[in-house]
């Protein structure tokens, strides 16, 4: 593990900020099209899944999530080298994102923490370094896509990092 201790204030999601590592998932701000017979808002494509590699398929996944103590503690990232991986919360669940961009490194002064607002979800592009599910308030449930198939798809980087909210 790394010796320095890397301290981070998690800044509100917004796409804008996180744009290098994902997608953020929230219809409040897209555009929409209406279906079945007019009684429903197709907030359509709104984060990119990538599938990468031979035999890759999409999985569809509830996680069930343990809320995390702040200021919150991490030991490492990791990152799925062969797909993206989104997660969204189901009960309106408030979560911590950390990330860092792709590569064989990690660069400290480019990790980044995000705080969700419970309606936002996030989809991790292809190779982005990410935190493990950090649910604040209570126990949270997460429709999870990301890819399932053949090939080594997760790697771990140790990091010492602490998180705190603003």
């Known amino acids: 593990m790394n010796e320095q201790l890397l301290q981070l204030t998690a800044e509100p999601l917004s796409p804008e ?6 997608d953020v ?8 099209f209406m279906i079945n017979s ?15 590699g031979e035999e890759a398929r999409t999985l569809i996944s509830i996680f069930v999530s343990q809320p995390v103590q702040m200021p919150l503690e ?4 990791e990152r799925h080298p062969l797909g993206s991986q989104a997660f969204i919360p189901l009960h309106g669940e408030r ?20 705080v969700t607002d419970g309606r936002q979800g996030v989809n991790y592009h292809a190779g982005t370094w990410h935190a493990i599910q950090s649910v604040l308030e209570s ?3 997460f429709l999870v896509v990301d890819r399932g198939g053949a090939g080594h798809n997760c790697d771990e980087h140790p990091l010492a990092v602490r998180v705190s909210l603003a």
């Open 139 to 141: 126990e949270g449930e």
């Open 17 to 22: 900020a996180f744009t290098a590592f994902g």
């Open 74 to 77: 991490l030991t490492f990232l």
């Open 25 to 32: 998932i929230d219809h409040r701000h897209a555009e929409f």
């Open 95 to 114: 979560f911590v994102v950390v990330v860092a961009p792709p590569g064989d490194v990690i660069d400290p002064t480019q990790v980044r923490a995000f």
């Open 38 to 52: 007019g009684r429903t808002r197709r907030y359509h494509d709104l984060a990119k899944v990538e599938t990468l």
